[in-house]
């Protein structure tokens, strides 16, 4: 599947516009990042990297560097015919990622249905 940076990263945003607004008032400093691929999994659809908000204590300082969620352009395509696939999978991706900065670990995904 084929498609331009800026309508994979609208895609994106439109995706975390599905997020319901009490949880994205939960979240605290994370930014979320289109990449090309992961150089060290290609394969990779997503990742998040950061500071659980369930494992925040005193020691996280409101100083701390962003939590990050990477979405990765190329790997998704990869998977996806159409549109509407990269559309699903895009908003499967970025739902659970941000799950992960709730703390919600693989296989709770897994269980309920965000694989």
Request: proline share 4%; hydrophobic share 45%; with cysteine.
């Amino acid at each position: 599947m084929r498609m331009s940076p800026q309508r994979f990263e609208e895609l994106v945003s439109d995706a975390l516009d599905l997020i319901p607004p009490e949880l994205t008032r939960m979240m605290d400093n994370v930014v979320v990042l289109v990449e090309a691929r992961n150089e060290e999994e290609p394969d990779l659809l997503g990742l998040y990297e950061g500071v659980a908000l369930t494992e925040r204590d005193s020691w996280y300082a409101a100083g701390s560097l962003p939590d990050r969620i990477f979405i990765y352009r190329d790997a998704l395509l990869d998977i996806c015919d159409t549109e509407e696939q990269v559309v699903e999978e895009v908003a499967i991706t970025v739902i659970h990622e941000i799950a992960h900065h709730f703390g919600i670990d693989d296989e709770r995904l897994h269980e309920l249905g965000w694989a």
